[in-house]
């Protein structure tokens, strides 16, 4: 079985710039969710999307937006970039019921705004 | 709100010898899980072990090991017989489990682990 892949792996963009991160999910997987890692702030969780609907969001301004499609694959999306946007990007996915025990995690796609 | 802390940064332990990473949590929920991940150098976040709340006996998956104290809200890990492989970051975190929780993971800032050899 596949496991969560996440593209691009790497991404340079000017601040100002918009930006576009892909996921897929392990086959048959319905929950995706999206994390910000920084070395200051740690891991901090932006959304997760069920069955093409954002189930919960988290404390992040309106310039990050994401969609899930109707093979769970999501996508998340970057507006107006700004330096503090420089992060690593992970995705994780489950089943999506209440009683998933695991995510699973892509490799992350590592973002730099210069 | 849920909130994980891991208040040690760094750790360090010698090859064959046993570390312990702590964990502290705050909640007021009574169904959750607690996971502890590792991410290598490679970034890749690898599932390590879970617990259970509801389950008293704590879990252990070959070398790893947790002590699961529910009423102090602690979670630490132990690890035994080091290997040189098991230098990472780990990361404690939470997730809710009852009725209407989704998958969000609560983490803690995470320790980083070197093996001396």
């Known amino acids: 079985k596949a496991g969560v892949t996440q593209t691009p792996r790497y991404l340079i963009k000017t601040r100002g710039q918009q930006v576009t991160l892909s996921c897929s999910p392990i086959s048959g997987h319905r929950s995706v969710s999206w994390y910000q890692q920084t070395p200051g702030q740690g891991l901090q969780f932006l959304f997760e999307?069920?069955?093409?609907?954002?189930?919960n969001k988290g404390n992040f301004p309106g310039r990050f937006s994401g969609r899930q499609f109707s093979n769970s694959r999501s996508e998340m999306n970057v507006s107006t970039l700004e330096l503090g946007d420089s992060a690593l990007y992970l995705c994780a996915s489950t089943p999506g019921g209440a009683g998933d025990t695991e995510a699973f995690f892509g490799q992350g796609t590592r973002l730099t705004v210069v | 709100a849920q909130t994980v802390t891991q208040s040690q940064p760094e750790m360090s332990v010698q090859e064959a010898e046993t570390v312990t990473l702590s964990c502290t949590y705050d909640t007021s929920e009574s169904d959750y899980y607690l996971f502890w991940y590792k991410q290598p150098p490679s970034r890749q976040m690898i599932l390590v072990i879970r617990?259970?709340?509801?389950?008293?006996q704590n879990a252990t998956e070959n070398r790893f090991s947790v002590n699961f104290q529910k009423a102090a809200k602690s979670f630490s890990l132990k690890i035994s017989d080091s290997q040189l492989g098991d230098a990472a970051m780990y990361f404690c975190a939470y997730r809710s489990s009852g009725a209407g929780a989704n998958s969000k993971l609560t983490f803690g800032k995470g320790i980083t682990l070197s093996v001396r050899p």
């Open positions: 617990q259970e709340a509801y389950k008293q």
């Open positions: 999307y069920f069955s093409e609907t954002q189930r």
